[in-house]
């Protein structure tokens, strides 16, 4: 199976998917990290893509969502966007209102908090 294939099939089959450096309990990253702590103190259930473990899918997910940087959310198949946008998305809501959308579980009121330590 090709690292594209491999990546179509991951976001398929998961409904929240995060290609990071490292892995949600031990990121290798400083944006790695942010993404997956976000996620993990919402209390998202998602599945952790170590890139480092794999130069095919590290190029690879770059190339199947046209987007350079590494970490990359997808959410129900779709991409979402790297740390920047992800950080942007908690701070206005717009993230709750995702999860809402596509029917994933999140702890708003942790959503609320991070938003209040944020203002």
């Given at each position: 199976?090709?690292?594209?294939?491999?990546?179509?099939?991951?976001?398929?089959?998961?409904?929240?998917?995060?290609?990071?450096?490292?892995?949600?309990?031990?990121?290798?990253?400083?944006?790695?990290?942010?993404?997956?702590?976000?996620l993990?103190?919402?209390?998202?259930?998602?599945?952790?893509?170590?890139?480092?473990?794999?130069?095919?899918?590290?190029?690879?997910?770059?190339?199947?969502?046209?987007?350079?940087?590494?970490?990359?959310?997808?959410?129900?198949?779709?991409?979402?966007?790297?740390?920047?946008?992800?950080?942007?998305?908690?701070?206005?809501?717009?993230?709750?209102?995702?999860?809402?959308?596509?029917?994933?579980t999140?702890n708003?009121?942790?959503?609320?908090?991070?938003?209040?330590?944020?203002?």
């Amino acid at each position: 199976m090709s690292a594209q294939d491999q990546i179509k099939q991951t976001v398929t089959d998961n409904d929240v998917v995060l290609f990071m450096k490292g892995t949600k309990m031990a990121p290798q990253c400083g944006f790695s990290q942010r993404v997956a702590g976000v996620l993990n103190y919402m209390g998202v259930e998602f599945l952790d893509v170590n890139v480092l473990a794999d130069d095919d899918v590290r190029q690879g997910v770059k190339e199947f969502s046209d987007w350079p940087t590494i970490p990359q959310l997808y959410v129900k198949g779709e991409f979402v966007g790297g740390c920047d946008i992800i950080t942007e998305m908690t701070m206005s809501g717009e993230l709750d209102k995702l999860f809402e959308d596509n029917g994933v579980t999140y702890n708003k009121d942790a959503a609320e908090k991070i938003r209040a330590a944020n203002a």
